[in-house]
């Protein structure tokens, strides 16, 4: 009989695909660890080691994670607690207890900005008049002569009864 249950592994669902692993992420004492090597190199512009701490950068935001143990240059035996570093990181994080999923939502890296009000004061290019030539209009045809035979059968008159 074993002393400590063994932990539970889940599944992670990054932008709603299942993210390919060799080593699973697991969840223990309530948290999901997931091993650094696939998620964060997905996720992160670039990571490094220092020491035992584990520096992750994403758009200007850096984030400290400290590491049990030193780790080698591979991050390949490395697990960090998903969800403070994803989230610090930018990235939406949902736990699904009855399929034991985590899903991650990663936002682009494209920034969005709304466009600005019109200021007259900026200068502008001057409207240009854009050559369209006139549409020519299609000829009516005029039948001339004798007129054509109707090609539907006439229906002859009942026959009396």
Do not use: K
Not at 137 to 156: K, Y
């Amino acid at each position: 009989m074993a002393l400590f249950p063994p932990p539970a592994p889940v599944a992670v669902i990054v932008d709603g695909r299942p993210l390919a692993a060799y080593q699973r992420a697991y969840l223990m004492e309530g948290r999901v660890f997931v091993p650094v090597a696939p998620l964060l190199m997905r996720l992160a512009d670039r990571f490094w080691i220092d020491g035992t701490t584990l520096i992750v950068e994403r758009q200007g935001c850096r984030v400290r994670v400290l590491l049990a143990s030193r780790v080698s240059s591979e991050f390949g035996d490395a697990y960090v607690p998903a969800g403070p570093v994803l989230r610090s990181l930018g990235a939406s994080v949902r736990y699904d207890p009855h399929g034991r999923r985590l899903i991650v939502t990663i936002p682009s890296h494209d920034a969005l900005a709304s466009p600005t009000p019109f200021n007259p004061a900026v200068p502008s290019a001057a409207p240009a008049a854009v050559f369209t030539p006139p549409v020519p209009s299609t000829p009516r045809p005029i039948w001339t002569g004798s007129p054509l035979p109707r090609r539907t059968a006439l229906p002859f008159p009942p026959p009396h009864r």
